[in-house]
């Protein structure tokens, strides 16, 4: 727990673009101002609209003011943070940062996900860095009182990758919150909402909220270092180690810097991989078939644990010569509700491939309009939902076929947009 900040003088914290004396005082305070602020001082009247950076900044103080505003609206309440079903280090460490601006102001908030942290390196994350998030089935957020909760927060998704988003709106909890870098996925509007898929990061956006005041890290306070580590971590692997960082994510990371253990972040990404996901990525790299560029490869069925080995296998699938997108995908079953889905991950180095547009484009939507995946620079997933053909896997002729019906009908769409040629659109 900290107090220093508290909302009283947190009300005083000015996010205007106008800095006061203190802040124009030395070269030194003009540095640590944000880059918006640092522009405007420094060329009033030049070079408006040359930068993406810029422009982007102008709606960072936006934003962040606005956000401050319905953070104090919402004092005293007690908020749901919900995350995607497999939450990254993105996701995982924006909630955490979220949490600590929303405690300022009084509001509790649980950060949940309904399935598992799969990814060596998360469950390292949030072990070394005690971060506070919870997994909670349907069946817990069932048993909880949901009516002690005035409002939810969604980060770094909207809600299209969480099972628990219709019990939440079902239970009538407004949606305070929406802060997101995903293309946008549909309809749903929060009371705040800043979705920028030009940004690479969640926690890039975050970083910038902290650096405008909306909390004020200190490297005395090991909770602050940790988050710090956190962020860090959620901004390397959203954008490939900054090897496709931007302007902002450059900027996020260099105030980070000042204030993340490099120790931590280093024994985070020691993680190692199970031998179970060694497997899945063996077995992608012996049935993967590569066409055009696009590496391409079922893996079969896969434990619910072990889910995180698809984006991994992606991830290395990607890195032959010449290929440039990868999607590796298969069936995960959870034993404890016998449901089956299918699970897929886009991996791209090539720009002009637009995740988002290449699943929705490949899969479609549902029958209620809700597409099958998205995606954002780099990257994308999708997961189609098995229905009545779920189960019956003890079967093992019966597992084969199915397999073989699905890991057809995938390829088959996604060879569509690989070869366009063969198949005119
Ligand atoms: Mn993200």
């Known amino acids: 727990m900290y107090l220093n900040s508290s909302v009283t003088q947190f009300d005083n914290i000015s996010l205007s673009t106008d800095p006061n004396e203190e802040e124009v005082d030395t070269d030194k305070d003009l540095l640590e101002l944000s880059p918006l602020t640092r ?30 505003k319905i953070l104090l609206a919402h004092r005293n309440e007690r908020h749901l943070v919900i995350l995607q079903d497999f939450p990254d280090p993105d996701a995982l460490s924006s909630a955490w940062a979220y949490q600590l601006i929303a405690q300022q102001y009084d509001i509790k908030c649980e950060i949940i996900y309904a399935g598992t942290l799969s990814h060596q390196e998360n469950i390292a994350l949030v072990k070394l860095t005690n971060l506070p998030a919870q997994r909670c089935t349907m069946q ?15 980060i770094d998704n909207q809600g299209t990758t969480s099972q628990l988003l ?24 929060g009371e705040f909402t800043d979705v920028r898929p030009h940004v690479r990061a969640t926690a890039t956006i975050f970083t910038q909220y902290l650096q405008l005041g909306l909390l004020a890290f200190d490297s005395s306070i090991s909770q602050h270092i940790k988050c710090a580590t956190a962020l860090m971590h959620g901004l390397r ?7 496709q960082a931007q302007e902002e994510d450059f900027m996020a990371a260099a105030y980070l810097s000042r204030f993340y ?21 063996e077995r992608s ?19 619910y644990d072990d889910r995180d080995a698809i984006p991994q296998a992606a991830d290395f699938l990607v890195t032959e010569e010449n290929v440039h997108t990868a999607v590796v995908y298969g069936i995960v079953h959870d034993e404890d509700e016998e449901l089956e889905i299918v699970i897929g991950s886009l991996r791209t180095t090539k720009l002009t491939l637009d995740p988002d547009e290449f ?46 019906v699905f890991d057809a009908q995938i390829k088959q769409k996604l060879l569509k947009l690989v070869n366009p040629k063969d198949h005119p659109i």
Request: avoid cysteine; charged fraction near 20%.
């Open 261 to 281: 253990d490099a120790q931590l972040l280093n024994a985070i990404l020691q993680a190692t991989r199970s031998k179970r996901v060694m497997d899945v990525i």
């Open 140 to 154: 817990t957020l069932k048993s909880k009182d949901l009516l002690s909760y005035q409002g939810f927060v969604l």
């Open 285 to 303: 790299l012996k049935n993967r078939i590569v066409q055009n560029n696009f590496s391409i490869a079922g893996v079969g069925y896969l434990r």
């Open 166 to 189: 219709p019990l939440v709106k079902q239970a009538g909890i407004p949606l305070v919150v929406l802060v997101d870098h995903h293309s946008l996925q549909g309809e749903l509007s």
């Open 237 to 243: 692997s959203d954008t490939n180690r900054l090897m």
């Open 359 to 404: 699943i929705k484009e490949a899969f479609g939507q549902d029958s209620t309009g809700r597409f099958f995946g998205g995606g954002r620079t780099g990257a994308g997933g999708f997961e189609i939902p098995m229905g009545f053909l779920s189960g019956s896997n003890e079967n093992s002729a019966y597992a084969k076929m199915k397999w073989e």
């Open 39 to 68: 522009s405007s001082v420094l060329t009033p009247n030049g070079d408006l609209g040359n930068s993406v950076a810029q422009r982007g900044n102008v709606l960072a103080v936006q934003k962040s003011e606005e956000l401050q």
